[in-house]
């Protein structure tokens, strides 16, 4: 008998390797928002942040090309690309952020902004919500609460009740303010201190709830106040995902001392950075020294400056607002009895759902309804604590015909979905 793939990927890889959906999809080749199966089948790509441009966009594996038949090498020797890069990136930022380390993931950029505030403040105490992830490095998976690290949670890391607009709201964030000051109080007094606190500014993992500019501002001034910094990880919402802006943190409008950035930026190539002011940075090079062989090397540089390039000459961040209007109108038009709540922002938006009164998650039924948008071509997922939510983020480019093709096809889906009790 053959193997399967999936037999192959268990006896090759181990069990327990994440996969998407029920029967989960072999892709041999993209272009743009579309997918294409080993059988040829074609897929409306919905969940991909990674392929931020789009699939194979020509500008980014031209430049990958080119830099690779010219020079690809460690980061030891001086190069100008990945000084042009940090130039332009850090131009889009304020907060006298300016200076850049540039790593592979998104995991290792986050585990070193824990230890950029460790270095400021000489403390350990860190805060994160309880719904998150941040990565899965040592540090980054004891803030990631998908499942509790071996031994239980590390005692310096607080991890307080993620937002919930349907369940909990929390209109101007003062509920969050005090979860914060109660956690730093509790490192406080356990002798840990209070390093600073990680958030993604959409609260992408938490199942993006509806929060409003200004949400976290009590919370970054408790931050401030008991000396800590606030570390922003824009792995989700950065690069013009939200639409209104560039920046999750910039919608919400608050300062950050440190931004982490990844998947998007690269289109898929494997490079990621923490972007910070000088005396943050100086206060880590001195405390730890940092050297990484592959972070920022001419081809991640290369693929890097591309893809920025690309997302200002297509205009996708304003491609994003306008998509996202117009989608989650049409979200909020299909009037599904169990749909409870369309949120979200730029191309990044969804829709939780619920069985009764009472908010208890529809996840079955969401579980349900993604294999059967799978099954009709469109490749979606669901987030949040429970997995009820809807969760549509596809490539930039994604457009008005595309968002139209989707709600089509949810509509029919929706339809012929049976609610399991
Ligand atoms: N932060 C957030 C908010 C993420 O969603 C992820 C990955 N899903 C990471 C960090 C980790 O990035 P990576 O997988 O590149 O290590």
């Not at 005692?155 to 956690?183: F, K, Y």
């Not at 990844?262 to 940092?290: C, E, Q, S, T, W």
């Not at 669901?382 to 994604?398: C, E, H, Q, S, W």
């Amino acid at each position: 008998m053959t193997e399967t793939l999936a037999e192959r990927r268990a006896r090759l890889m181990g069990p327990n390797v994440p996969t998407f959906y029920r029967n989960p999809v072999h892709i041999v080749r993209g272009q743009g928002v579309w997918l294409w199966d080993a059988a040829g089948r074609r897929y409306l790509d919905c969940y991909n942040n990674v392929a931020h441009v789009g699939h194979c966009h020509p500008a980014v594996v031209g430049a990958i090309a080119r830099q690779a038949a010219e020079l690809n090498t460690h980061t030891r020797y001086h190069h100008d690309l990945v000084l042009d890069y940090i130039e332009r990136l850090t131009a889009r930022l304020g907060h006298g952020i300016s200076q850049a380390i540039m790593v592979c993931t998104g995991s290792e950029a986050n585990d070193i902004a824990l230890r950029m505030a460790q270095a400021v403040t000489g403390k350990t105490g860190v805060i994160a919500t309880d719904n998150t992830y941040h990565g899965n490095t040592a540090a980054t998976s004891a803030l990631s609460s998908r499942r509790p690290p071996i031994g239980g949670y590390p005692p310096h890391v607080r991890l307080v009740p993620a937002p919930d607009s349907l369940r909990n709201p929390d209109p101007d964030g003062s509920v969050l303010a005090g979860h914060v000051a109660r956690a730093i109080a509790g490192l406080e007094a356990a002798g840990y201190g209070f390093s600073g606190m990680m958030l993604c500014p959409a609260f992408a993992n938490e199942g993006i709830p509806s929060v409003v500019p200004g949400f976290f501002d009590r919370t970054a001034a408790v931050i401030r106040q008991a000396g800590g910094l606030v570390l922003c990880d824009e792995v989700q919402p950065g690069f013009g995902r939200m639409g209104s802006h560039f920046w999750g943190h910039e919608a919400l409008g608050f300062a950050p001392d440190v931004v982490t950035v990844g998947k998007p930026m690269a289109n898929g190539h494997p490079v990621a950075a923490i972007l910070a002011r000088p005396d943050v940075m100086a206060a880590f090079r001195n405390a730890f020294g940092y050297f990484n062989t592959f972070g920022g090397n001419p081809v991640s540089a290369a693929a890097c400056l591309a893809t920025l390039q690309v997302i200002e000459e297509e205009g996708l961040q304003d491609n994003a607002a306008r998509v996202s209007a117009h989608g989650m109108d049409r979200l909020r038009a299909l009037r599904h009895p169990l749909l409870a709540e369309v949120r979200g922002a730029g191309l990044f938006f969804g829709a939780e759902f619920v069985l009764d009164a009472d908010q208890t998650p529809a996840t079955d039924f969401v579980a349900d309804l993604v294999e059967a948008m799978v099954a009709r071509g469109f490749l979606l997922n669901r987030i949040g604590r429970a997995g009820n939510t809807l969760k549509i983020r596809p490539p930039m480019p994604f457009g008005i015909a595309e968002a139209d093709l989707l709600m089509d096809a949810l509509e029919a889906a929706l339809a012929s979905t049976p609610v399991r009790a």
